[in-house]
């Protein structure tokens, strides 16, 4: 039976003098999926990316791209996978069109051959191809990266963080692209720190520290939470954290955003919480029970693991 595996990384580990990047990383992206890296700056994603498109060499280790090791075939790799770094790396004093044409021209390709594969995100930009990639906004950069990285019909797609640094409407649209792409059979790895964006993989990796903490579909992986969980807020959102912390019944406490996510053993008894905050100087209070997100699964993966 052909392997459905279009990427295979076994036991990589990557070293920079004393920081560890990668320690022992193994995963499998099936061919056609989604998959995403999601973790934090830091957390070993982006070199993970430079050792599969062939940019630097692990330590130890090996990896596999549609058949292709990263290291013996890493010539004939390269002509079949499409890479997109988290900097934009194109050139910044040649228009929309004269990149895209150049990339074209690199892989022994052209715009008209492959027009269908990058239209729907060409089209976006086209008013603009007579531009200078460097006076783009951050949005139509990100378009024309993805259409550069997708003008030769690459096999596999690697993204590294390809929504950092754009508006929340340019996020949504990107991974709207990134569905229609999927359905065109290209495999897509992506790398993001945004956990909101877990929920448009198919499966994802929780990457901390150069290590995989879960491998599953984000639907698992919030299935897999196994504390009560609940959006707590008051008028003092600072000593709320502390109070909560101090509280008997509290496994862990973090902060989302004005609420605090609070998870127990134990169900919780929501008016001896609000008895006790109130005792402590607390007003505005509100209790909510609620289901654990993506962020939510990974800080409590980090707990557990320290």
């Not at 995963?27 to 989604?34: D, I, T």
């Not at 990058?118 to 976006?124: G, S």
């Not at 096999?155 to 508006?167: A, K, S």
């Amino acid at each position: 039976m052909e392997n459905q595996h279009a990427i295979t990384v076994r036991n990589i580990s990557k070293t920079y003098g004393e920081v560890v990047a990668l320690k022992d990383v193994s995963l499998e992206v099936n061919r056609g999926e989604v998959f995403g890296l999601i973790g934090p700056d830091g957390a070993g994603k982006t070199t993970l990316f430079r050792i599969l498109t062939t940019l630097i060499l692990a330590d130890s280790g090996d990896a596999v791209v549609e058949g292709k090791d990263v290291v013996k075939d890493f010539k004939k790799l390269r002509k079949t996978i499409g890479y997109m770094p988290g900097r934009f790396s194109l050139y910044q004093d040649l228009t929309v069109l004269e990149n895209l044409e150049f990339f074209a021209t690199i892989f022994g390709t052209t715009i008209e051959e492959n027009y269908d594969l990058v239209k729907d995100i060409y089209q976006q930009i086209e008013p603009f191809r007579n531009r200078r990639a460097g006076q783009l906004s951050g949005g139509m950069k990100q378009k024309l990266a993805l259409s550069c990285a997708l003008i030769h019909k690459p096999e596999v797609l690697f993204l590294d963080e390809p929504t950092t640094g754009v508006d929340a409407v340019s996020r949504s649209e990107f991974w709207d692209m990134l569905g229609r792409l999927k359905e065109k059979g290209i495999t897509i790895l992506v790398s993001t720190p945004y956990m909101d964006e877990a929920s448009r993989c198919d499966r994802i990796a929780l990457v901390q520290k150069g290590q995989i903490l879960s491998i599953d579909t984000p639907e698992n992986v919030r299935a897999q939470y196994s504390h009560n969980l609940y959006a707590v807020s008051s008028n003092d959102r600072f000593r709320l954290l502390k109070d909560l912390r101090a509280f008997d019944q509290s496994e862990s406490v973090f902060s989302f955003g004005h609420k605090m996510h609070l998870s127990t053993r134990e169900p919780l008894d929501e008016q001896f919480l609000q008895s006790y905050l109130t005792n402590h100087g607390h007003a505005d209070i509100q209790v909510e029970k609620i289901t654990a997100g993506i962020e939510d699964c990974f800080m409590e993966l980090l707990r557990e693991g320290s």
